[in-house]
């Protein structure tokens, strides 16, 4: 799949929707991408079809670095595209060099939600790799969600009602 870059919205920052596993990254970002009438990329669906298995087939197959290092190389192509809205897997910003980019020519939201709901959420998904160890993970990764300046909760949230607030504070960044 090629990455999307619309003549039209040349110069226009991206709007990048990050968080942790379960807070609602790609329903979201499909309903911002449809307000804003903007090509949206899943980045998790990106890496499934350019390495031509799931996700979890990667992390057994070839290792958590090996996806790594996918999810590196597709954030410098995006970061240098426009008009795109864009959802990130969940590790893929705790790389202080993806970060780093993302911030530099994008506008980043971080989701968050309550331990509760994102218990829920993960209870029963086999097809996450990593939901086993959730909460461990979310500690290890707080740090990094942190130095993202801009966070929207989406807990008792329907995905409209996040769309539309990331869509207001994306206008008035």
Known sequence: MAIPNPP???GQKNIVITGFM????????????ELTKRPFVDVD??????????????????????????ERELCKELSEKTGLVIATGGGMLVDEQNR??????????CLDANRET??????????RPLAKNWEAILNSR?????????????TNKLPDQIAQEIIRLWQSA
């Open 142 to 154: 707080r740090e990094a969600y942190a130095a993202i300046p801009t966070h929207v909760n989406t």
């Open 8 to 10: 039209s919205d040349r």
């Open 100 to 109: 780093n980019l993302m911030l530099a020519s994008s506008f980043v939201v």
């Open 22 to 33: 379960g807070t609602g990254k790609t329903t979201v970002g499909r309903r911002v991408a």
């Open 45 to 70: 669906s990106e890496i499934v079809v350019r390495a031509g298995k799931p996700i979890p087939q990667i992390f057994a197959e070839d290792g958590e670095a090996a996806f790594r290092a996918m």
């Open 118 to 127: 994102l218990a829920a959420r993960l209870r029963s998904n086999s097809e």
